[in-house]
């Protein structure tokens, strides 16, 4: 890929992803194997004005030897010097730029157990500094290919033209070419997002029902409080970002603990550098009560048992299969893609910023309006050529989605 695109697709992420205001510090959240592109990202985050650059470098070969080797009472302290770090995060509330290329199959073996036992463990220190940041700094997430990625994605190229591929397929995903604005290209996006969001929130609809001939019966009750969200979101600075590059959802967050029936995935769920493929969940009284899976059962078990929130639910997500991801016919292998090619849920932690006035509210009283609170926010994609949702307001149904796109009402 040409540099000078590379470079365009930095300041993207940097001016319209992340919208660093002058003098603020940025966190860069990168892979080791990626420092190129990281040199490209620092600089162009300099010139949009940030204060201070600090890099977070990430690598899945060696994560896999700390899980290896370390004990599962080392692996779950946090160290001071790790608390001082989140500290500062609050004090400076920096932009947060994730810029990701993990191998689907990287993390495949690691021990499971211990992980969930480190992860557990940690989260209790981590939440509060995490809670203190809620809706108070900019953050967003790209992604760049790596070689494994794109050979996954790509099994019948050779290495060097699959990673070509993957990065022209995701170029196209965030709307970058030689010679166009990406930047105004997003902002006419963003106003597409704001006018279907204004059509969805005059109906304040009671509850959701989907089907699809694929086994997926299920109904999931809003908050009366709720919104539904989409695009750029503002902090309570007042500062626009976009925080997921590329997009192509409207979501919001259901009432915690209200919700009824069978969900069948459509895609592969990636989660921890693993694969869970083939699987359905029940749920019951709001709460997932029964799943099934042909390849990776074990891990969605353990991804259930994370904690009291993990196995109910904090998003529903409208995507359209006319939308630019799904027509592209890829299958990615990474969420932040295949997301944006389906209608999708997510389990666990619910968004604040699906409450109306939110930026007013803390997270308790967001919690106690039906937002649910869990330690992990897990994505996985449901929608179907053939799918229904219907809006239901005082028992009136309202057809939102029909044969897998829009209904014409919206």
């Not at 660093?20 to 966190?27: D, E, H, L, R, T």
């Not at 021990?111 to 981590?126: F, G, S």
């Not at 919001?252 to 989660?271: D, F, I, N």
Request: glycine letters at 6%.
């Amino acid at each position: 890929m040409k540099k000078t695109v590379m470079r365009k697709y930095a300041r993207l992420i940097a001016r319209t992803g992340a919208n660093i205001q002058k003098g603020q510090a940025v966190k860069l959240y990168i892979n080791v194997d990626q420092y190129e592109f990281a040199a490209l990202m620092v600089e162009e985050c300099y010139k949009a004005g940030a204060g201070r650059v600090d890099l977070e470098w990430d690598s899945q070969p060696l994560t896999k030897l700390n899980y290896k080797y370390r004990s599962v009472k080392s692996l779950s302290t946090v160290h001071k010097w790790e608390e001082e770090k989140l500290k500062l995060m609050t004090e400076e509330l920096p932009c947060r730029i994730y810029i990701i290329s993990d191998d689907p199959d990287g993390l495949k073996g690691i021990n499971q157990t211990k992980m969930q036992k480190a992860q557990i463990a940690r989260y209790p220190v981590i939440k509060p500094y995490r809670d203190a940041i809620e809706s108070k700094h900019q953050w967003t997430i790209a992604a760049i290919p790596s070689v494994q990625w794109a050979k996954k994605v790509f099994p019948d190229l050779t290495k060097k033209a699959a990673y070509e591929k993957l990065w022209e397929v995701i170029l196209q995903t965030v709307m970058v070419t030689a010679d166009n604005d990406p930047e105004k290209q997003w902002q006419e996006h963003n106003e597409n997002f704001r006018r279907r969001c204004d059509r969805l929130n005059a109906y304040k609809f009671d509850y959701l029902h989907y089907q699809s001939v694929n086994g997926t019966d299920f109904k999931a009750w809003l908050i009366p409080e709720g919104h539904w969200c989409g695009g750029a979101e503002t902090t309570k600075q007042g500062v626009t970002f976009n925080p997921n590059m590329p997009t192509e959802e409207i979501f919001t967050s259901p009432m915690q603990g209200r919700c009824e029936g069978t969900l069948v995935a459509t895609k592969p769920l990636s989660y921890e550098g693993q694969l869970i493929e083939n699987f359905s969940i029940t749920f019951e009284n709001g709460k997932a009560v029964s799943f099934k899976a042909e390849k990776g059962e074990k891990l969605l078990e353990k991804m259930l048992g994370m904690d009291e929130g993990a196995r109910k639910l904090g998003e529903l997500a409208l995507i359209a299969c006319n939308s630019p991801i799904n027509n592209s016919g890829v299958l990615f292998y990474e969420t932040l893609f295949d997301e944006n090619a389906s209608c999708h849920v997510a389990l666990g932690r619910g968004f604040n910023d699906c409450i109306d006035g939110y930026l007013e509210k803390t997270n308790e009283e967001c919690i106690a309006l039906g937002i649910n609170e869990s330690m992990i926010h897990v994505d996985f994609m449901i929608g179907s050529e053939d799918m229904k949702i219907t809006g239901y307001k005082n028992g009136e149904a309202v057809p939102i989605f029909e044969n897998g796109n829009w209904s014409a009402e919206f």
